[in-house]
């Protein structure tokens, strides 16, 4: 049997590639798949404590997370196209009407 | 069973008192309200009705007072009730009273008649005709104001009647305001009247306050019932009021310093020269005294004061008289000598006596007045008729002064009426036995040879000027040739004004009768009030006639008047031949003295140089340096109003600029800054607030893990 670090470990590794993806990148479409990552991190995160303590309730979480993370694709896809319609770009860094 | 019907019916008279005040009251405001619809002679008519019911109900009085001779006090209202203080309105009526009342309301009443007729050519001579109706309102308010006067049971209450009668003075005199020396004598004579008035008004009232403090009332009865007992706590306090009330009665009843403003009175129309400064509201000092008699009794030191002033007044405007040319100031003069005189007579407790020279010179003096009135207008329709009939003239009449005697003369065949009237009034004025003067004057000198032989020579000595001007008077007037073309054509005055003319003139014959020695009708009619009470220890002891004071006195007239026959008649006459313009003999004889009279004595010379000229400085003193200076620029600009803006300017700059708009602009940069500095994070980067996001969370996280565990 694997030992706990390993995933542990795995799903930090993810979870900071993510989140630096999120951080650097200004591509919309990437930085939607690099919050995924970070998700998908956590949930690793979630089987693997599951799995040790022989619980159910993080197998379950997951579920919820991979159902929300669905929906939030889907929002967050819709709004990138239209962001493309208006802009014709998807660069996160042109869109700064926001600004104070 | 007949005494006592008298007695009730007397009874019922004395209730009938308050219409003395309501007549006059009401005839003045019939002609107030509705004069303006009325005309001439309803007006004229209402007033003298009023007048005559007045006086009809002053008869009735008498009548009662004849069963009850005590008399009775009507009360009328509550006037004043402050604490312990009440003060009623009430008539008094006893028999001093309703003399007054009946001399007010008698002469009176045929002034008014003659005002009539008198009043109708002056309005027209002066130009306003609509003053006609307006002269007998403020008559009847005379007579209302002199009503209340006599008829007061109380000191406050005849102090309004005091003020009443010197408020219709002032406007009488200044009826015809907008006429007189430069468009303003007029008013200034009233003005003078007016302010020295007020002179003797401040003396009245200080009598008043002292008698109220130590009497605790203003009530005749009650003062007068306390007289004896004060008198021996505090004989100084009743000095002190009667002192006061000396100076009030030497302004209303012009004597002596006070006296100058009657001879400027006579600015008013002719009627109020003989109603007001004449016959009737110059008395009231005369009846105060005598009305304040038991005070007067127990200080003997301000009855010979009294006594003096008076005499010494009838003495100096005697002589004053003499070299007058106005034919009004010579009787406005002649008036203030007879006042001494009766003012003298009271001083020395002949209050009988003088209460009857009052009577006697109420009737001569109205009628001197009026004749004298009679002959201005004969005058003026002369002068009118020269005007009309000879239009070079016109220019040279219009400088003649219809009341200067010098531009009369010769009016005894021209108007001879008027002339016999006022001869009688001249001679009873002189006392020749047996006008009404005689007797009156008479018991005067009786009185003074037994008290003061200085008094009685000093009286005597006026007694033979007041019959040397009024010869003189006489002599200018109506003997020897016109000295104008107004005088030459001067005519007889209407009936209406010579029938009241006559009538006074019978009175003026047989006044006298009042009070003949041996019977003293008239001092035993006053003794019921002045003898009764306790205070007069003595009494009025009734004066007996003395054939050689009379002698005396009849001699002195006729000497006085023979002297005046010749002087003006003889050598005047021979003056007149040798020069073109008339020139008084004395003027030729006595010239710097007479130039004295003439100037009189520099009288008002003399009381402009002392009072008038430095209060007129003091009060501009005052209101340039004071009011001015001090108090406007100095107080009211450099004080307040500086202060205030000082204050004011502070209040803007530091506190609201400083200090308010400070904290207020301050936290508004404050914001300003911090929202500067803030908008810097606010890059519109999504990665930054994502990294922002992820610090926080991390520093959070190692919060939780490092420090919380």
Excluded at chain 1, 22 to 47: D, G, H
Aim: overall charge neutral.
């Amino acid at each position: 049997m694997v030992p706990i670090y390993y995933y542990i470990a795995l799903s930090a590794i993810l979870f900071t590639l993510g989140s630096l993806g999120v951080l650097i990148r200004r591509n919309a479409i990437i930085i939607f798949m690099s919050v995924e990552l970070m998700l998908n991190a956590a949930n690793l995160a979630f089987v693997a404590f599951a799995r040790m303590h022989g619980g159910l309730s993080g197998q379950i979480f997951v579920f919820f997370v991979m159902a929300v993370a669905a929906a939030e694709v889907a929002v967050g896809l819709a709004l990138i196209v239209k962001i493309f319609e208006t802009k014709h770009s998807i660069d996160i860094d042109q869109m700064n009407m926001m600004k104070g | 069973m007949l005494m006592s019907e008298t007695a009730t019916a007397g009874l019922s008279f004395f209730s009938l008192a308050p219409l003395v005040l309501f007549f006059p009251l009401l005839g003045l405001l019939l002609n107030l309200i509705w004069g303006g619809r009325f005309s001439e002679k309803v007006i004229g008519g209402i007033a003298s009705g009023a007048v005559g019911a007045t006086f009809l109900v002053a008869v009735l009085q008498m009548v009662a007072l004849l069963s009850h001779p005590e008399g009775t006090v009507i009360p009328l209202v509550d006037w004043i009730t402050i604490g312990a203080l009440n003060i009623h309105w009430g008539i008094q009526i006893d028999t001093l009273s309703v003399t007054m009342m009946l001399v007010v309301s008698g002469v009176g009443c045929l002034i008014h008649i003659y005002a009539i007729a008198y009043m109708h050519d002056d309005v027209r001579i002066n130009g306003d005709p609509s003053r006609y109706r307006r002269f007998f309102v403020f008559f009847n308010l005379f007579i209302l104001a002199m009503m209340t006067l006599v008829s007061a049971d109380n000191y406050l209450m005849l102090f309004v009647g005091w003020e009443g009668v010197g408020l219709c003075s002032y406007l009488l005199i200044g009826f015809w305001y907008d006429k007189g020396k430069d468009g303003i004598g007029n008013a200034l004579a009233g003005n003078k009247a007016f302010i020295t008035n007020r002179v003797g008004d401040f003396g009245f009232l200080l009598a008043a306050f002292t008698l109220f403090g130590l009497f605790r009332s203003f009530n005749f009865n009650e003062v007068f019932a306390k007289v004896e007992e004060i008198s021996v706590l505090m004989p100084a306090g009743i000095l002190m009021i009667t002192l006061f009330m000396l100076i009030g009665v030497t302004g209303k009843s012009a004597q002596l310093p006070l006296y100058v403003w009657l001879p400027d009175a006579m600015a008013g129309p002719t009627p109020v020269s003989a109603l007001i400064h004449a016959a009737t509201m110059v008395t009231a000092g005369v009846y105060l005294i005598a009305r304040s008699h038991p005070l007067y009794a127990v200080v003997p030191q301000a009855q010979s004061l009294v006594a003096w002033v008076g005499t010494l007044t009838a003495v100096f405007a005697a002589t004053i008289a003499v070299a007058q040319f106005d034919i009004k100031k010579v009787l406005a003069y002649s008036t203030i000598s007879q006042l001494g005189f009766m003012v003298a007579a009271v001083g020395m407790g002949a209050y009988v006596a003088g209460m009857f020279h009052l009577v006697t010179h109420a009737f001569f003096k109205a009628l001197l007045f009026l004749s004298s009135g009679s002959v201005i207008q004969g005058v003026e329709r002369g002068l009118h008729e020269v005007e009309h009939h000879h239009k070079g003239k016109q220019a040279a009449a219009h400088h003649l002064d219809p009341q200067d005697m010098r531009n009369m003369g010769g009016l005894r065949q021209r108007m001879p009426i008027t002339f016999w009237v006022y001869l009688i009034g001249a001679l009873a004025l002189a006392g020749i036995v047996p006008l009404a003067g005689f007797w009156s004057k008479d018991e005067i000198l009786l009185k003074a040879s037994y008290k003061d032989a200085r008094l009685y020579t000093l009286l005597s000595i006026a007694a033979f000027f007041t019959a040397f001007y009024m010869a003189r008077q006489i002599i200018l007037v109506f003997f020897g040739k016109p000295r104008s073309d107004a005088a030459a054509h001067a005519t007889e005055s209407p009936k209406l004004m010579t029938v009241p003319l006559i009538a006074l003139a019978v009175l003026s014959v047989f006044g006298g009768a009042l009070n003949l020695p041996g019977i003293h009708a008239f001092g035993h009619w006053l003794e019921h009030t002045i003898h009764h009470l306790a205070a007069v220890k003595e009494g009025v002891e009734l004066p007996e006639f003395s054939l050689q004071v009379a002698a005396v006195s009849t001699l002195i007239a006729f000497l006085a008047i023979a002297l005046g026959w010749w002087v003006y008649q003889q050598w005047g006459e021979r003056l007149q031949k040798a020069n073109a313009a008339y020139i008084d003999p004395l003027q030729v004889a006595f010239k710097p003295v007479f130039n004295v009279l003439n100037q009189k004595y520099w009288v008002d010379e003399l009381y402009w140089a002392l009072f008038v000229n430095p209060y007129k400085a003091f009060s501009k003193w005052l209101a340039e340096q004071v009011d001015w200076r001090f108090w406007h620029d100095w107080f009211h600009d450099t004080i307040i109003a500086g202060g205030f803006k000082r204050l004011t300017l502070f209040l803007a700059q530091p506190i609201d600029l400083g200090i308010i708009d400070g904290i207020a602009n301050g936290l508004a940069a404050l914001t300003q800054a911090g929202a500067a500095y803030l908008r810097r994070f606010q890059s519109g980067y999504v990665r930054n607030y994502a990294l922002a996001v992820f610090l926080g969370v991390v520093a959070m996280m190692s919060y939780l893990i490092f420090v919380l565990r």
